[in-house]
C-alpha cells in the first residue's frame, strides 16, 4: 500500500502563489506515475498535472503558470502554482499511478486551495 500526504493549501489573493506538497510512504518502489488533480465546488474532480520520469503534462487551464516536480530521495511531488486566478479555487488532490498503469490507484485527503480578495 502506498500513503499520500498532501499539505500547503491555504487562502492566497489573485495572482499570488502557493506550493504543494505530497509526501509518499510505504510501498515506494510500486509507484510510477504521479499526479494532482483539484475538485472545484460543485464540480467534478479534473486533471491538473502529471510527472513521470522527466515528462510533465498540464491541464491546458493551468499551463504556463503552475509547476510539477519531483524529488525522488525525499518521495515527495510538488505543485507550484504561481499567477492564481479564483477559479483554481478547489481541493487539491495528489494522486500516484502503480508501475506500468496510468490511471491514479493512491489518492491522498485532499488540501484546500482558496483564491479570493
Known amino acids: 500500500q502506498v500513503q499520500l500526504v498532501e499539505s500547503g493549501g491555504g487562502l492566497v489573493q489573485p495572482g499570488g502563489s502557493l506550493r504543494l506538497s505530497c509526501a509518499a510512504s510505504g510501498s515506494i518502489f510500486s509507484i510510477g506515475v504521479m499526479g494532482w488533480y483539484r475538485q472545484p465546488p460543485g464540480k467534478e474532480r479534473e486533471f491538473v498535472a502529471l510527472?513521470?520520469?522527466?515528462?510533465?503534462n498540464y491541464a491546458d487551464s493551468v499551463k504556463g503558470r503552475f509547476t510539477i516536480s519531483r524529488d525522488n530521495a525525499k518521495n515527495t511531488v510538488y505543485l507550484q502554482m504561481n499567477s492564481l486566478k479564483p477559479e483554481d479555487t478547489a481541493v487539491y488532490f495528489c494522486a500516484a499511478a502503480k508501475n506500468g498503469g496510468n490511471r491514479p490507484n493512491y489518492w491522498g485527503q485532499g488540501t484546500q486551495v482558496t483564491v479570493s480578495s
Open positions: 510527472i513521470s520520469g522527466r515528462f510533465t
